[in-house]
């Protein structure tokens, strides 16, 4: 399998694994449905983070800056895509109010 996602972090991206990236898109998956723009989001974040997991090797390494970096902008992207999501629901279920017209 080859990667499917763009990644911008030049050093985090040398060590995504094709098998990063699908347990990445697990992970998204359980926390719920997004429009595929946010789930791609979410999926880079947490590949990133999976990454700084797996190379982590001693406390102040860059590995363990970039996952606390890499944390916080997950919550922050998983808010927006939660709103994102929301928007979403709210438009499909929303009925359509028909008024008939009547002249006098």
């Known amino acids: 399998m080859t990667l ?11 060590s995504i694994t094709a098998s990063i990236e699908e347990r990445a898109f697990e992970d998204v998956d359980q926390l719920g ?8 989001k979410l999926a880079v974040v947490r590949a990133y ?3 700084c997991l797996e190379k ?6 860059t590995y363990e800056v970039k996952l606390a970096q890499y944390r916080k902008e997950f919550d922050f ?3 927006q895509a939660k709103r994102a999501q929301a928007e ?3 438009s499909v279920n929303v009925p359509i109010l ?3 017209i009547e002249r006098a």
């Not at 449905?33 to 791609?40: G, S």
């Not at 982590?56 to 390494?61: E, F, H, I, R």
Request: glycine share 2%; charged share 20%; aromatic share 10%.
């Open 4 to 14: 499917t996602l763009t990644y911008t972090d030049a050093y985090l991206s040398r």
């Open 33 to 40: 449905t997004f429009p595929t723009e946010w789930r791609n």
């Open 49 to 51: 983070i999976l990454t």
């Open 56 to 61: 982590c090797a001693q406390s102040g390494d």
């Open 77 to 79: 992207v998983l808010k």
């Open 88 to 90: 979403v629901d709210t």
């Open 98 to 100: 028909s008024i008939p």
